[in-house]
């Protein structure tokens, strides 16, 4: 990895106007993807001195800011307390404690990754992130957006409603990228089915929640369904890790499973 020039801006505007003077300027969270890349950087900008390392909540929401580690976001009472502590107990699933002290919250999901856990575990609930230059998109439009959104991640808004919420990593070894993971929840009454590492990134499966949110009687039989439509509706495939075939017959026994446990 080569590295030109390090710059501390003194502000969210100062940090987007060095961003904006060449196309090989990149925004520094954790680094520990950056550094994984190794790509050749002109000037690196570091956001850790703009006070993006909170957490908040008011009356409808919780705010994240962007360089809130891994580490302090599944320890933060807040976010525990959200949805059953699902969306806390899919960030623990990433590396170890160490690696997570690092780790930011906002370079997890700006990253966009295939086999993100952060953002699996966050796509079954109303997320908005907010942006410098003023833009507010929900998670699952950035995921959708084509390109690379040349903007700064500031926050993270996650909605308080009443539900729970599921997650699963399957993954061979304690430290591993998953071979494949699983978001479910149920909030204010209605089912919503994350399903990522297909190896692709997280994807709502819409069909199966159609499915399943539009019946007036839910059983076994109901949770069966939903699982199968969801293994169809996405696309999953090959790589070293797992097969296409493993994938969709995990998908059935996992989003099965998440629809039972969050209906318990
Ligand atoms: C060895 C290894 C194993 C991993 N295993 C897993 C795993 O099992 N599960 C999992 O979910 N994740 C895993 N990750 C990813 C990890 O959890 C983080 O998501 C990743 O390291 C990015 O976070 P960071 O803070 O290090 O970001 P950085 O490396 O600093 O940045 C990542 C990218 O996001 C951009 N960026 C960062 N912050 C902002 C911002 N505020 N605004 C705009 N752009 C920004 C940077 O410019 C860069 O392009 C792994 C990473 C590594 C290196």
């Known amino acids: 990895m080569k590295i030109n020039e390090y710059y501390r801006p003194s502000s969210l505007e100062d940090a987007y106007l060095k961003l904006q003077e060449d ?61 059953g502590g699902a969306i806390a107990f899919s960030v623990r699933e990433v590396m170890g404690v ?27 609930y109303d997320v908005t992130l907010e942006f410098y230059p003023k833009q507010e998109i929900s998670l699952e439009d950035y995921l959708n957006y084509k390109g690379k959104l040349n903007a700064i991640l500031v926050s993270i808004h996650i909605k308080k409603e009443k539900g729970i919420g599921f997650y699963k990593k399957v993954k061979m070894t304690a430290l591993d990228f998953p071979i494949i993971n699983f ?28 499915y399943i949110n539009g019946l007036d009687k839910i059983d076994q039989e109901s949770y ?34 998440g629809l039972e446990e969050v209906s318990k």
Not at 30 to 47: A, R
Not at 98 to 121: H, Q
Not at 186 to 205: D, E, Q, T
């Open 23 to 83: 196309s090989k300027n990149v925004i520094l969270a954790g680094g520990l993807w950056i550094k994984k890349m190794g790509q050749s950087i002109n000037t690196i900008v570091d956001l850790s001195t703009l006070g993006l390392n909170q957490i908040s909540e008011n009356k409808n929401e919780v705010i994240v800011g962007s360089m809130v580690t891994q580490r302090d976001f599944e320890k933060s009472e807040i976010i525990k307390g959200l949805f």
């Open 98 to 124: 160490n690696f997570r002290n690092i780790a930011t919250i906002g370079g997890s999901i700006m990253g966009r990754y295939p086999f993100s856990d952060v953002i699996c575990g966050l796509l079954p």
């Open 183 to 210: 978001a479910v929840s149920i909030v204010n009454g209605k089912y919503r089915i994350a399903v990522g590492s297909r190896p692709m990134v997280a994807s709502l499966a819409h069909k199966a929640m159609d």
């Open 224 to 257: 069966k369904k939903a699982a199968e439509i969801a293994s169809e509706e996405l696309s999953y495939l090959d790589n070293k890790d797992a097969s296409k075939e493993y994938r969709l017959d995990l998908t059935k026994v996992y989003v099965k499973r």
